[in-house]
Protein backbone atom coordinates (compact mmCIF):
# COMPACT_ATOMS: atom_id res chain seq x y z
CA UNK A 1 0.00 0.00 0.00
CA UNK A 2 2.94 2.35 0.88
CA UNK A 3 4.60 1.70 -2.77
CA UNK A 4 0.77 2.09 -4.07
CA UNK A 5 0.23 5.48 -3.19
CA UNK A 6 4.09 7.16 -4.12
CA UNK A 7 3.15 5.84 -7.21
CA UNK A 8 0.08 7.72 -7.24
CA UNK A 9 1.47 11.25 -6.23
CA UNK A 10 4.73 10.30 -8.92
CA UNK A 11 2.29 10.10 -11.15
CA UNK A 12 -0.28 13.08 -10.64
CA UNK A 13 2.71 15.41 -9.63
CA UNK A 14 3.67 16.52 -13.40
CA UNK A 15 -0.51 17.25 -14.39
CA UNK A 16 -0.27 20.45 -13.12
CA UNK A 17 2.79 21.56 -14.59
CA UNK A 18 1.57 20.35 -17.98
CA UNK A 19 -1.35 22.05 -17.27
CA UNK A 20 1.08 24.99 -17.38
CA UNK A 21 2.93 24.70 -20.15
CA UNK A 22 0.03 23.95 -22.21
CA UNK A 23 1.28 25.73 -25.91
CA UNK A 24 -1.97 27.51 -27.58
CA UNK A 25 -1.87 28.94 -31.49
CA UNK A 26 -3.36 31.78 -32.29
CA UNK A 27 -3.97 31.25 -36.46
CA UNK A 28 -2.52 35.11 -37.80
CA UNK A 29 -4.54 34.99 -40.52
CA UNK A 30 -8.44 33.67 -40.04
CA UNK A 31 -8.89 30.64 -42.35
CA UNK A 32 -11.97 32.05 -44.48
CA UNK A 33 -12.82 30.45 -47.92
CA UNK A 34 -13.56 33.25 -50.09
CA UNK A 35 -13.48 32.82 -53.86
CA UNK A 36 -13.91 35.42 -56.50
CA UNK A 37 -17.90 35.42 -57.89
CA UNK A 38 -17.46 38.03 -60.90
CA UNK A 39 -15.39 40.75 -62.71
CA UNK A 40 -16.18 43.29 -65.15
CA UNK A 41 -15.02 46.13 -66.30
CA UNK A 42 -16.72 50.04 -66.11
CA UNK A 43 -15.52 53.00 -67.33
CA UNK A 44 -13.63 55.40 -65.42
CA UNK A 45 -16.61 57.99 -64.26
CA UNK A 46 -18.16 54.92 -62.45
CA UNK A 47 -15.36 55.86 -60.24
CA UNK A 48 -17.60 57.95 -58.42
CA UNK A 49 -19.96 55.72 -57.51
CA UNK A 50 -17.79 54.01 -55.05
CA UNK A 51 -16.20 57.51 -53.70
CA UNK A 52 -13.46 58.49 -56.25
CA UNK A 53 -12.95 60.86 -58.47
CA UNK A 54 -12.26 60.29 -61.91
CA UNK A 55 -10.45 63.61 -62.64
CA UNK A 56 -7.97 62.88 -59.81
CA UNK A 57 -8.11 58.83 -60.76
CA UNK A 58 -7.08 60.49 -64.23
CA UNK A 59 -4.16 62.17 -63.18
CA UNK A 60 -2.54 58.52 -61.33
CA UNK A 61 -2.87 57.17 -64.61
CA UNK A 62 -6.40 55.10 -63.99
CA UNK A 63 -8.18 54.51 -67.45
CA UNK A 64 -10.79 51.94 -66.49
CA UNK A 65 -11.75 50.17 -63.21
CA UNK A 66 -12.44 46.56 -62.58
CA UNK A 67 -15.74 45.54 -60.40
CA UNK A 68 -15.06 42.08 -58.67
CA UNK A 69 -16.88 40.53 -56.24
CA UNK A 70 -16.20 37.62 -53.47
CA UNK A 71 -18.56 35.57 -51.92
CA UNK A 72 -18.01 33.87 -48.54
CA UNK A 73 -20.97 31.46 -47.72
CA UNK A 74 -23.57 33.89 -47.95
CA UNK A 75 -21.88 36.78 -47.87
CA UNK A 76 -20.82 39.21 -50.61
CA UNK A 77 -18.51 41.78 -51.03
CA UNK A 78 -17.50 44.15 -53.98
CA UNK A 79 -14.14 45.12 -54.34
CA UNK A 80 -13.13 47.97 -56.96
CA UNK A 81 -9.37 47.57 -58.66
CA UNK A 82 -7.94 50.37 -60.31
CA UNK A 83 -5.04 50.27 -62.39
CA UNK A 84 -2.26 53.17 -62.53
CA UNK A 85 0.13 53.85 -64.49
CA UNK A 86 3.33 52.09 -61.79
CA UNK A 87 3.61 52.15 -58.25
CA UNK A 88 4.25 55.36 -57.31
CA UNK A 89 0.23 56.51 -58.59
CA UNK A 90 -1.45 53.36 -56.83
CA UNK A 91 0.66 54.61 -53.65
CA UNK A 92 -0.19 58.34 -54.89
CA UNK A 93 -4.24 56.61 -54.74
CA UNK A 94 -3.77 55.18 -51.09
CA UNK A 95 -2.12 58.10 -49.51
CA UNK A 96 -4.81 60.81 -51.03
CA UNK A 97 -8.55 58.29 -50.18
CA UNK A 98 -6.60 57.88 -46.72
CA UNK A 99 -8.63 59.73 -44.33
CA UNK A 100 -7.37 59.99 -40.64
CA UNK A 101 -10.54 58.18 -39.40
CA UNK A 102 -8.80 54.94 -41.31
CA UNK A 103 -6.27 52.97 -39.35
CA UNK A 104 -3.89 50.40 -39.90
CA UNK A 105 -4.93 47.16 -41.00
CA UNK A 106 -3.55 44.74 -39.05
CA UNK A 107 -1.10 42.23 -40.42
CA UNK A 108 -1.58 43.78 -43.88
CA UNK A 109 1.12 46.11 -45.00
CA UNK A 110 -0.30 49.31 -47.23
CA UNK A 111 -3.88 48.73 -46.24
CA UNK A 112 -6.13 51.03 -44.00
CA UNK A 113 -10.13 50.85 -43.29
CA UNK A 114 -12.95 51.93 -41.59
CA UNK A 115 -16.32 51.17 -40.82
CA UNK A 116 -17.38 51.40 -44.54
CA UNK A 117 -14.31 50.64 -46.36
CA UNK A 118 -10.65 49.54 -46.42
CA UNK A 119 -7.99 50.82 -49.35
CA UNK A 120 -4.81 49.14 -50.17
CA UNK A 121 -1.95 50.10 -52.97
CA UNK A 122 -0.59 46.38 -54.62
CA UNK A 123 2.03 46.71 -57.42
CA UNK A 124 0.20 49.50 -59.91
CA UNK A 125 -3.34 48.65 -58.67
CA UNK A 126 -5.24 50.87 -55.54
CA UNK A 127 -7.81 48.01 -54.35
CA UNK A 128 -11.06 49.25 -52.80
CA UNK A 129 -12.65 46.69 -50.60
CA UNK A 130 -16.35 47.85 -49.68
CA UNK A 131 -18.34 47.00 -46.61
CA UNK A 132 -21.75 46.31 -46.93
CA UNK A 133 -24.56 46.62 -44.09
CA UNK A 134 -26.86 44.41 -46.41
CA UNK A 135 -24.15 41.57 -45.84
CA UNK A 136 -21.97 42.03 -42.83
CA UNK A 137 -18.41 40.56 -42.45
CA UNK A 138 -16.99 40.59 -39.56
CA UNK A 139 -13.27 41.65 -38.88
CA UNK A 140 -11.62 38.93 -39.06
CA UNK A 141 -12.76 37.51 -42.28
CA UNK A 142 -12.69 40.70 -43.98
CA UNK A 143 -9.04 40.81 -42.70
CA UNK A 144 -8.76 37.55 -44.54
CA UNK A 145 -10.37 38.87 -47.75
CA UNK A 146 -7.62 41.80 -47.89
CA UNK A 147 -4.99 39.55 -47.54
CA UNK A 148 -6.71 36.97 -50.61
CA UNK A 149 -6.90 39.07 -52.85
CA UNK A 150 -3.23 41.42 -51.87
CA UNK A 151 -1.14 39.41 -50.05
CA UNK A 152 -0.61 40.61 -46.86
CA UNK A 153 2.83 43.45 -48.49
CA UNK A 154 3.67 44.12 -51.23
CA UNK A 155 6.72 42.46 -53.09
CA UNK A 156 10.56 43.81 -52.20
CA UNK A 157 10.84 45.61 -55.82
CA UNK A 158 7.75 47.36 -55.78
CA UNK A 159 8.74 49.08 -52.66
CA UNK A 160 12.16 50.16 -54.07
CA UNK A 161 10.20 52.45 -56.28
CA UNK A 162 7.96 54.16 -53.90
CA UNK A 163 8.46 57.53 -52.49
CA UNK A 164 9.85 58.09 -49.23
CA UNK A 165 7.74 58.78 -46.15
CA UNK A 166 7.62 61.84 -44.90
CA UNK A 167 8.90 63.00 -41.16
CA UNK A 168 7.20 60.93 -38.36
CA UNK A 169 7.87 63.36 -35.42
CA UNK A 170 4.71 64.83 -34.83
CA UNK A 171 3.01 63.94 -38.08
CA UNK A 172 -0.60 63.85 -37.78
CA UNK A 173 -1.78 59.55 -38.25
CA UNK A 174 -3.38 59.62 -42.26
CA UNK A 175 -2.47 63.19 -43.54
CA UNK A 176 0.72 62.32 -45.55
CA UNK A 177 -0.51 62.79 -49.55
CA UNK A 178 1.71 62.17 -52.56
CA UNK A 179 0.42 64.48 -55.37
CA UNK A 180 1.40 64.47 -59.37
CA UNK A 181 -1.29 66.37 -60.62
CA UNK A 182 -3.26 69.75 -60.13
CA UNK A 183 -6.83 68.78 -59.66
CA UNK A 184 -5.34 66.40 -56.20
CA UNK A 185 -3.30 69.21 -54.85
CA UNK A 186 -6.50 71.39 -55.30
CA UNK A 187 -8.66 69.24 -53.29
CA UNK A 188 -5.53 68.69 -50.36
CA UNK A 189 -4.46 72.11 -50.65
CA UNK A 190 -7.73 74.52 -51.24
CA UNK A 191 -6.00 77.64 -49.53
CA UNK A 192 -2.76 77.65 -51.52
CA UNK A 193 -1.67 78.73 -55.11
CA UNK A 194 -0.95 74.86 -56.16
CA UNK A 195 -0.67 76.45 -59.80
CA UNK A 196 2.72 77.80 -58.68
CA UNK A 197 4.11 74.34 -58.05
CA UNK A 198 4.73 73.49 -61.66
CA UNK A 199 3.13 69.98 -62.15
CA UNK A 200 3.52 71.14 -65.92
CA UNK A 201 7.12 70.31 -65.42
CA UNK A 202 6.94 66.74 -63.90
CA UNK A 203 6.72 68.25 -59.33
CA UNK A 204 6.18 65.66 -57.07
CA UNK A 205 4.98 66.53 -53.62
CA UNK A 206 4.44 65.36 -50.77
CA UNK A 207 3.32 66.66 -47.34
CA UNK A 208 1.35 65.99 -44.38
CA UNK A 209 -0.46 67.85 -41.37
CA UNK A 210 2.36 68.19 -38.48
CA UNK A 211 1.22 69.56 -34.33
CA UNK A 212 3.06 72.25 -33.60
CA UNK A 213 2.77 74.64 -30.80
CA UNK A 214 0.40 76.72 -33.08
CA UNK A 215 -1.19 74.41 -33.63
CA UNK A 216 -1.36 72.05 -36.87
CA UNK A 217 1.43 73.18 -39.59
CA UNK A 218 1.44 71.64 -43.22
CA UNK A 219 4.83 70.78 -44.24
CA UNK A 220 5.21 70.38 -47.90
CA UNK A 221 8.07 68.45 -49.38
CA UNK A 222 8.28 69.32 -53.27
CA UNK A 223 10.90 67.16 -56.05
CA UNK A 224 11.73 68.88 -59.17
CA UNK A 225 13.48 66.94 -62.14
CA UNK A 226 16.49 69.36 -61.64
CA UNK A 227 18.04 72.24 -59.00
CA UNK A 228 18.35 74.73 -61.65
CA UNK A 229 13.57 74.16 -62.40
CA UNK A 230 13.60 74.53 -58.19
CA UNK A 231 15.68 77.59 -58.00
CA UNK A 232 12.82 79.16 -60.82
CA UNK A 233 9.74 77.51 -58.98
CA UNK A 234 11.59 79.10 -55.32
CA UNK A 235 11.80 82.21 -56.88
CA UNK A 236 8.11 82.41 -58.22
CA UNK A 237 6.82 81.30 -54.95
CA UNK A 238 8.50 83.58 -52.82
CA UNK A 239 7.79 86.72 -55.06
CA UNK A 240 4.36 86.07 -55.64
CA UNK A 241 3.14 83.95 -52.00
CA UNK A 242 5.88 86.28 -49.80
CA UNK A 243 7.61 83.21 -48.70
CA UNK A 244 9.74 83.85 -45.28
CA UNK A 245 7.87 87.26 -44.76
CA UNK A 246 6.20 87.49 -41.50
CA UNK A 247 2.45 88.18 -42.07
CA UNK A 248 0.75 86.45 -39.13
CA UNK A 249 -0.87 83.32 -39.05
CA UNK A 250 -1.15 83.63 -42.83
CA UNK A 251 3.22 83.47 -43.21
CA UNK A 252 4.78 80.86 -45.14
CA UNK A 253 8.44 79.86 -45.11
CA UNK A 254 10.29 77.52 -47.16
CA UNK A 255 14.05 76.97 -48.38
CA UNK A 256 15.52 75.33 -51.66
CA UNK A 257 17.49 72.81 -51.14
CA UNK A 258 18.97 71.39 -54.80
CA UNK A 259 16.44 69.92 -56.45
CA UNK A 260 13.68 70.05 -53.84
CA UNK A 261 11.53 73.28 -52.32
CA UNK A 262 10.18 72.87 -48.68
CA UNK A 263 7.57 74.99 -47.46
CA UNK A 264 5.84 75.16 -44.27
CA UNK A 265 1.74 76.50 -43.76
CA UNK A 266 0.43 77.89 -40.46
CA UNK A 267 3.61 77.33 -38.48
CA UNK A 268 3.21 80.90 -36.65
CA UNK A 269 6.84 81.90 -36.87
CA UNK A 270 10.10 80.97 -38.15
CA UNK A 271 11.65 79.21 -35.56
CA UNK A 272 8.94 75.96 -35.96
CA UNK A 273 8.59 76.36 -39.79
CA UNK A 274 12.78 75.72 -39.36
CA UNK A 275 11.90 73.08 -36.92
CA UNK A 276 9.74 70.82 -39.02
CA UNK A 277 12.13 71.76 -42.63
CA UNK A 278 14.90 71.01 -40.72
CA UNK A 279 13.90 66.60 -40.08
CA UNK A 280 14.95 66.73 -44.04
CA UNK A 281 18.36 65.57 -45.16
CA UNK A 282 18.52 65.89 -48.59
CA UNK A 283 22.41 64.15 -49.90
CA UNK A 284 23.70 64.40 -53.43
CA UNK A 285 26.01 61.54 -55.21
CA UNK A 286 28.19 61.91 -58.64
CA UNK A 287 28.26 58.95 -60.54
CA UNK A 288 31.11 58.73 -62.98
CA UNK A 289 31.32 56.93 -65.80
CA UNK A 290 33.17 53.83 -65.11
CA UNK A 291 35.86 52.88 -67.73
CA UNK A 292 35.59 49.81 -69.78
CA UNK A 293 37.80 47.27 -68.96
CA UNK A 294 38.68 44.89 -71.99
CA UNK A 295 41.51 42.48 -72.75
CA UNK A 296 42.79 43.90 -75.75
CA UNK A 297 45.04 46.80 -75.76
CA UNK A 298 44.90 50.35 -77.53
CA UNK A 299 47.07 48.94 -80.64
CA UNK A 300 45.28 45.47 -81.41
CA UNK A 301 42.19 47.62 -81.15
CA UNK A 302 43.43 50.09 -83.78
CA UNK A 303 44.76 47.48 -86.10
CA UNK A 304 41.02 45.85 -85.86
CA UNK A 305 39.44 48.69 -86.59
CA UNK A 306 41.51 49.69 -90.05
CA UNK A 307 41.17 45.99 -90.91
CA UNK A 308 37.31 46.39 -90.18
CA UNK A 309 37.14 49.48 -92.91
CA UNK A 310 39.12 47.64 -95.37
CA UNK A 311 37.21 44.84 -95.42
CA UNK A 312 34.50 47.12 -95.46
CA UNK A 313 35.97 48.88 -98.94
CA UNK A 314 36.41 45.78 -100.07
CA UNK A 315 32.54 44.75 -100.10
CA UNK A 316 31.72 47.89 -101.72
CA UNK A 317 33.91 47.87 -104.67
CA UNK A 318 32.73 43.89 -104.90
CA UNK A 319 29.24 44.83 -104.87
CA UNK A 320 29.88 47.60 -107.87
CA UNK A 321 31.59 45.30 -109.92
CA UNK A 322 28.89 42.75 -109.51
CA UNK A 323 26.13 45.23 -110.08
CA UNK A 324 27.92 46.75 -113.54
CA UNK A 325 28.68 42.95 -114.48
CA UNK A 326 24.58 42.59 -113.93
CA UNK A 327 24.49 45.39 -116.05
CA UNK A 328 26.22 44.55 -118.65
CA UNK A 329 24.88 40.95 -119.01
CA UNK A 330 20.99 42.83 -118.91
CA UNK A 331 21.70 44.93 -121.93
CA UNK A 332 23.17 41.91 -124.16
CA UNK A 333 20.34 39.85 -123.40
CA UNK A 334 17.93 41.83 -123.58
CA UNK A 335 19.28 42.58 -127.24
CA UNK A 336 19.69 38.87 -127.94
CA UNK A 337 16.28 38.31 -126.83
CA UNK A 338 14.47 41.08 -127.50
CA UNK A 339 15.52 42.80 -130.81
CA UNK A 340 13.08 45.56 -130.53
CA UNK A 341 13.33 46.68 -126.84
CA UNK A 342 15.17 50.02 -126.61
CA UNK A 343 16.87 48.28 -123.32
CA UNK A 344 18.58 45.83 -125.20
CA UNK A 345 20.17 48.46 -128.56
CA UNK A 346 22.98 50.20 -127.93
CA UNK A 347 23.55 54.00 -127.75
CA UNK A 348 24.51 54.11 -131.65
CA UNK A 349 21.58 52.13 -132.59
CA UNK A 350 18.93 55.08 -131.09
CA UNK A 351 18.17 57.74 -132.83
CA UNK A 352 16.80 61.48 -131.56
CA UNK A 353 14.47 62.91 -133.74
CA UNK A 354 13.83 66.26 -133.13
CA UNK A 355 10.54 67.89 -134.35
CA UNK A 356 11.03 70.82 -135.55
CA UNK A 357 8.61 73.02 -137.54
CA UNK A 358 9.64 75.45 -140.18
CA UNK A 359 7.67 78.43 -140.90
Sequence with gaps: MRHAFLLVVLTALPVPYLTQDKLTFTPVVPAADWRQADSHPLPLAAVSQYG???AVEREYGVKAIDL???QLGKTRLEVVVESALDATGAYGLLTFYRTPAMKAEDGVQFAFGDAHQAVMARGNNFIRFLRSEDSPVSDSN??????FVGGSKPSVSEMRGLPHPMPAQGEISGSEKYLVGLEAAKRVLPN???DLIGFDQSAQVQLANYQTPHGTSTLISIEY??????RVRFGSLSNLLGVNQDRGPDSIFGKRHHSYVFLVL???NQETASAL????DVTESVSWDKPVTTERSFTIQLVRMILAILLLTAILIC???VAGVLFFLSRRMAGKFFPNSQWGKTDEDQLIRLNLSQE
Design 52 to 54: GDP
Design 68 to 70: RSY
Design 142 to 147: FQALLV
Design 192 to 194: FRT
Design 225 to 230: PTPQIA
Design 266 to 268: NAG
Design 277 to 280: MNQF
Design 319 to 321: ACV
